[in-house]
């Protein structure tokens, strides 16, 4: 897993290689096709995110899952936070067991190990990317380490908090943009940030769902605006990214967490085959002019 891949240029960029339990190979970077990370934003039940994960394999292929076994920085206290550490990682293993690969957030140093033992994907929240005692923590497990850029961060500051993962030793580094604050409750994607980005060693994923978020734009709640989610998402396939990070709901209407933001499971397969469509095209024209 994070073994190198070249792309046959003189790139120093590599790819990041998932490997799941069931030998399915999810590879970002260094010219691989489009990786994808999927999933409801939060553990629901475990019968849930058994449906969820076979609905996205069966649609999309080879996929990273994505849950989250606690949603710490809900905007209101009494917002759904979900089943806790040890309860939603042992869904989590359930659902590796089954052959999946798996990413799920951490909010402490101390999840960082337990969390391990689990999920293939460490990830770090927006709002925790500049956290060192957690980035440190992350990179030590030797886990690949999916760094969220905070609103609040430049491209090219988001470059530090990778800088502290790699000084543990560990160069299994995702960065994902998820859109920066512009104004109140308002979200915008510079599509800039990515060519920034991509210029490091690192690849770089699109966050298509939280970037269309409206944090608290819902009062307790956030909103969102999901029927820009392929709009943006075409532009940041076209702008050369090495992976997209979807959040998917079968009744967004009815999810405990963003799913005002989520696209609909029924939305999922023509929305990732148009974004494969640009994809290839993307990544021929990189090779013409490699």
């Given at each position: ?194 060519k920034i980005m991509r ?7 699109f966050d298509a769902t ?67 469509r640009i994809d290839s ?10």
């Amino acid at each position: 897993m994070g073994a190198p891949i070249t792309n046959g240029s003189t790139s120093t960029r590599v790819a990041i290689e998932v490997v799941s339990p069931g030998g399915e190979i999810i590879a970002f970077g260094a010219g691989q096709p489009l990786g994808l990370i999927a999933g409801p934003c939060v553990i629901e039940s475990e019968e849930h995110v058994h449906f969820m994960a076979d609905a996205i394999r069966k649609i999309a292929g080879p996929f990273v899952f994505k849950a989250s076994f606690d949603k710490a920085n809900r905007t209101s206290a009494t917002g759904f936070r979900g089943p806790g550490l040890q309860e939603g990682l042992r869904i989590l293993a359930g659902l590796k067991a089954a052959g999946y690969a798996i990413l799920t957030d951490i909010h402490e140093p101390s999840q960082a190990e337990p969390a391990a033992q689990v999920a293939d994907i460490l990830q770090i929240p927006a709002f925790l990317c500049r956290q060192t005692d957690l980035l440190l923590a992350a990179g030590r497990t030797g886990r690949i380490v999916n760094i969220k850029k905070g609103q609040f961060v430049a491209p090219q500051d988001i470059r530090h908090a990778a800088e502290k993962v790699a000084s543990t030793g560990n160069n299994k580094i995702l960065i994902t943009e998820r859109g920066s604050s512009f104004g109140y409750n308002n979200l915008v994607v510079d599509m800039r940030g990515l060519k920034i980005m991509r210029d490091w060693d690192w690849p770089v994923i699109f966050d298509a769902t939280h970037s269309v978020q409206l944090p608290g734009g819902a009062g307790s709640a956030s909103g969102g605006q999901p029927q820009f989610i392929e709009t943006l998402s075409r532009a940041a396939v076209a702008a050369g990214i090495d992976g997209v990070f979807v959040e998917v709901h079968d009744q967004p209407e009815k999810a405990l967490s963003d799913g005002a933001n989520a696209l609909r499971l029924s939305l999922l397969a023509d929305f990732w085959k148009r974004l494969n469509r640009i994809d290839s095209v993307v990544k021929a024209a990189d090779f013409l002019h490699g």
